[in-house]
């Protein structure tokens, strides 16, 4: 038997005394479970590391029941989707400096999972690039310069 990911996160955080809804969306490759809570604060934790947290925990639990699980993304009180709007309006900011200025500018370091969000809003740009380093830092900063 298939693992039902909302009950699991139903579960996990009802024995954690949280009282939630959770709405489920997305595709079945790719599920995405809307956490609505009056403590969302407190699930989110400080920069989003305790949302992190759980979205880990739980992959890890699917993934140990059935090696096929798809990868499910969490949110809570739309966090993530707010938290993605505010990155790209900074980067859509420097991206415009660049076309105005000609010059580089270079990005607060960020995940991966933000730097896919900005390398795939720059892909088809005609004017400005992302370009990432070759280092093994674990955040990673992208500079957006002109495309040559």
Known sequence: M?????????????????????EESGTADAPVLQVH??????LVGPDGQT??????????????????????TIDIEHHRAMKEDHLMQHVRAAADQ?????????LEPMNSYDRRLVHQAFKDDPEVMSVSPNDDSRLKRITLQRRG
Not at 37 to 42: I, Q
Not at 98 to 106: A, E, F, H, I
């Open 2 to 22: 298939e693992p039902n990911p909302k009950e699991i996160l139903d579960d996990i955080l009802g024995l954690l005394g949280f009282v939630v809804t959770i």
């Open 37 to 42: 809570t009056p403590e969302a604060a407190r």
């Open 51 to 72: 949302l992190e947290d759980l979205q880990f925990l739980l992959n890890r639990l699917l993934l140990a029941r059935s090696p096929d699980a798809p990868r499910v």
């Open 98 to 106: 660049v076309r105005q200025t000609g010059r580089p500018v270079q």
